[in-house]
């Protein structure tokens, strides 16, 4: 090594003496205008023939086949160990004010110079005092080969590092930088050859901080040797030496350099931004693209560039990484995924860097997974998807793989691999599709998923839902989630229609005729009728008068239909039934209706049905209630039936109201007569059926024998009726006779036939031969306790041998109050409701009580 090193330095000496003129005129003062002097291409080479010959000359002996930096090459090699700093001090000036803090050489605008071939960069102005350089430069070239030497082989490598210094910050080896990548041209033009130098490869890369428009840009440049400014791939060479030098003298003195020749210099690729992708610095935009307005120039790091074939990777120093070197890294850092993100979008890369594309299975860790890069990518191919669904179709049919989007960023781009699965496919269209385990779409089967559910799919690989869907020989229900229904043994609605399902899960039994529809508890709920191929009646009419709903229950009770309401007879659990009511009154759940000739109920006004009018509203017939009809008040009374003047409210209880004619409703706290009789109403407008209180006689007694009532008037003209009385008049056999008589009252117990006793007997003077009396119901025994009940019952209804029979009560007060009162017989109009027989009615029977062998209104008991 030290044997290269002097002949090196032999080298440069003749070379600085053959150009010393030259180098003084150019170190002068920067302040001081310099002579202009035009170097052709001619000149060029021949200062470069001349050092080759030099150097030719002084290395002739003892260095066999080594070459020989040219004058280009003289700074790396002096930069690789060599003091040069007195030699060359041109080309190595002093930093202190020509660098950063970050050791970047600063230059300005204009201290790049736009050639025909390129940018060019002057070097920055020395602060240093450069007086001596050229009493160095002689005194150098004056020493003997031998001195030369001598000194030469003194030097050692630590004190060449500590005596170099640095125009600019650059890689840690010096270089000799070959551009390969593009071909420099000639430089053609005309330069300035004053004291300005410009930086060329000899510098190899280095760190420049540029001033403009008061910011300061800084990059790596790389120049080549006419010291144009490099743009895109270069190949830069780093030269090193034997890491062991040689120590014999004697092969020294032979020219051996086995251990201390330079070794080949390594290769290695960066790239400098063109001007195509330089970015322009802010504030300088509509500028032209320069080294100052923009990046252009600039050594590009951690950067991956694409050359229209295959991807390149620059690492952090700016070199070229093969794919090899990068996954190896990935693998030490356990960061290794088989591929690479690259602008946001990840790619997998043969060894050469070119994008893979189709479906490629990656191997990390042991776990396979399956990944798709397109090879349709707009610009780039092999970009890796990972949008979701994609359509992958193969000589077995339809196919969708669904590869992750990267929530995870650890699964991003990995197909998501499931067991047949239902799943929505937006790219295919809407619903659920059925995909078996490798994607492939299932058409027109009924599979069981990996969920354990089983779906069946229409020809397009749809799967149903809301379905009742015949698979083979039977018919399978799907719900709304597309899943087989899990019905067994059960009554289920499917859809709008029930269906009886059987051991096998979701399949249907099938049924035909009436059947009997009850809940999984047992309840009933309606029948069915199934015609032949097993569906159920539905929203149908039959000739018969059934309707079955939409349901497919048979219409039961109140039913509405297309806007009509019908009444159906209602059905049991027992019998089916349910046929329309037709021109009829129907009471249904309290309410009446009447049904039209088709069975459609009125819906409202005046009905006039078995002759008698009634008022609807909503189909129902209104009833307990005042209506006017034509102007006329009247009365709806509890059947609807509309009445006026006399309302019935209780037959059994003898209660009636009357309809107050001035439209005051029922008459209340009143007399008022009606039809010539008097009569008197209570604060609830009922009618008063006993006014003996108010009418203490005498009195005019009348017996109806058809209506089984006895009226007590207060007149002789029998308009004002003050009591009724229930009564028992002969059998038809021995009936009593009819006429005009008088009352004489006659014994307490008064003897009968039989031997029988009445009690409180009053004769009915000249009525017929044997005497007829108004008495009690007979007794066997003259005492209160052996009254025959069956007898008593029969009270209002014809009963006796020809006397008039009453209850204790009533035959003690007519014994008491009658006495010598004129009677009336008669037969009046038979009158259907025991209210209205008689003026005041036909009294209500009193219950027998206890043991039923007493009168109970027998005051004595």
Not at 1 to 28: N, P
Not at 211 to 219: L, M, R, V
Not at 273 to 285: K, Q, R, S
Not at 309 to 332: P, R, S, V, W
Request: hydrophobic share 30%.
């Amino acid at each position: 090594m030290k044997r290269r090193l002097v002949a090196v330095t032999l080298s440069l000496i003749m070379t600085m003496a053959t150009v010393s003129e030259a180098g003084a005129a150019a170190f002068t003062s920067p302040d001081t205008a310099p002579a202009v002097a035009t170097q052709t291409d001619a000149e060029e080479v021949n200062v470069t023939e001349e050092t080759s010959e030099t150097e030719a000359d002084a290395f002739s002996d003892g260095d066999d086949g080594t070459a020989v930096p040219s004058q280009e090459q003289t700074d790396d090699a002096f930069t690789a160990g060599t003091d040069t700093a007195a030699a060359l001090p041109d080309e190595t000036p002093s930093t202190a004010d020509a660098t950063d803090a970050v050791g970047a050489a600063v230059v300005k605008a204009e201290d790049w110079v736009s050639t025909e071939n390129g940018f060019k960069l002057r070097k920055p102005a020395k602060n240093q005092d450069t007086a001596n350089t050229d009493d160095q430069k002689a005194a150098t070239a004056a020493l003997p080969d031998e001195e030369m030497l001598s000194e030469t082989d003194g030097f050692s490598g630590d004190q060449t590092e500590s005596s170099e210094t640095a125009v600019a910050e650059t890689d840690t080896t010096a270089v000799t930088a070959e551009v390969t990548a593009m071909e420099t041209p000639a430089a053609t033009d005309t330069v300035s050859v004053t004291n300005e130098e410009f930086y060329t490869v000899a510098d190899g890369i280095v760190k420049i901080s540029t001033e403009y428009k008061g910011e300061t840009h800084t990059g790596y440049y790389l120049f080549d040797e006419e010291g144009i400014l490099v743009t895109g791939q270069a190949e830069v060479k780093e030269k090193s030496s034997a890491d062991e030098e040689p120590t014999s003298d004697a092969a020294q003195s032979a020219g051996e350099d086995a251990t201390g020749e330079e070794t080949e210099a390594q290769a290695n690729q960066s790239y400098f931004t063109t001007a195509d992708e330089a970015v322009v610095y802010t504030g300088c935009e509509g500028e032209a693209i320069t080294p100052y307005t923009s990046t252009v120039g600039q050594q590009e790091k951690s950067v991956w560039k694409w050359t229209g074939t295959y991807f390149q990777y620059y690492d952090e120093n700016g070199n070229l990484e093969t794919i090899a070197q990068l996954e190896a890294k990935a693998k030490a850092a356990g960061t290794y995924t088989g591929y690479f993100k690259i602008n946001e979008d990840y790619y997998c890369l043969d060894s050469e860097g070119k994008p893979q594309t189709g479906e490629i299975t990656l191997t990390v860790n042991g776990e396979s997974n399956l990944y798709y890069f397109d090879p349709a990518s707009s610009d780039i191919p092999g970009k890796m998807f990972h949008n979701g669904w994609l359509r992958s179709d193969t000589t077995k049919g339809e196919r969708w793989l669904y590869f992750k989007k990267g929530n995870i960023p650890a699964d991003i781009g990995k197909y998501y691999k499931r067991g047949v699965v239902a799943t929505a496919i937006p790219e295919k269209g809407t619903g659920d599709y059925l995909l078996d385990a490798n994607g492939y779409v299932l058409k027109s089967v009924m599979k069981k998923a990996q969920n354990g559910a089983y779906y069946c799919t229409d020809s397009n690989g749809q799967i149903y839902r809301n379905k009742l869907v015949k698979y083979g020989n039977f018919r399978y229900y799907f719900g709304s989630n597309g899943k087989r229904a899990t019905w067994t043994k059960r009554w289920a609605k499917a859809g709008d229609h029930y269906y009886y399902f059987g051991s096998t899960p979701g399949r249907v039994v099938e049924k035909h005729g009436w059947q009997k529809l009850v809940s999984t508890s047992g309840k009933f709920l309606g029948w069915l009728y199934f015609d032949s191929k097993g569906n159920h009646y539905t929203d149908k009419w039959t000739s018969a008068g059934y309707y079955f709903k939409p349901s497919g229950k048979l219409a039961s009770g109140l039913t509405e239909i297309d806007g009509k309401k019908y009444i159906f007879e209602s059905s049991t659990s027992a019998e089916h039934k349910g046929k329309v009511y037709k021109s009829t009154m129907v009471r249904y759940k309290k309410k009446w209706y009447i049904a039209s000739s088709k069975g459609s109920l009125y819906k409202s006004g005046w009905r006039k049905y078995s002759g008698n009018y009634y008022y609807l509203k909503e189909c129902v017939v209104q009833t307990n209630q005042f209506m006017k009809k034509n102007g006329v008040n009247g009365y709806l009374d509890a059947n609807g039936k509309y009445t006026r003047g006399w309302v019935i409210v209780s037959n059994a209880k003898n209660l009636v109201r009357y309809i107050d004619p001035s439209g005051n409703g029922f008459a209340r706290n009143k007399s008022m007569r009606v039809n010539g009789i008097l009569y008197y109403f209570d604060s609830n407008g009922y009618r008063i059926t006993d006014l003996t209180n108010r009418y203490r006689g005498p009195y005019s007694v009348q017996v109806d024998r058809v209506n089984g009532v006895m009226t007590v008037y207060a007149d002789s003209a029998r308009t004002i009726p003050v009591k009724t009385i229930r009564v028992s008049v002969g059998l038809a056999g021995t009936p009593t006779p009819t006429g005009n008589f008088t009352l004489s009252r006659s014994l307490r117990w008064q003897p009968l036939m039989g031997p029988s006793w009445g009690q409180y007997g009053t004769h009915v003077d000249g009525a017929g031969q044997g005497g007829i009396f108004v008495h009690s119901v007979a007794c066997g025994q003259a005492n209160s306790y052996n009254l025959p009940a069956v007898e008593y019952n029969k009270l209002g209804s014809p009963a006796s041998h020809g006397c008039i029979r009453t209850c204790v009560a009533d035959a003690k007060w007519v014994y008491e109050n009658c006495n010598g009162a004129p009677i009336s017989i008669i037969d009046g109009k038979y009158k259907a409701d025991d209210a209205m027989k008689g003026p005041l009615g036909k009294k209500a029977l009193t219950p027998l009580r206890g043991a039923a062998n007493f009168d109970p209104t027998d005051p004595a008991v």
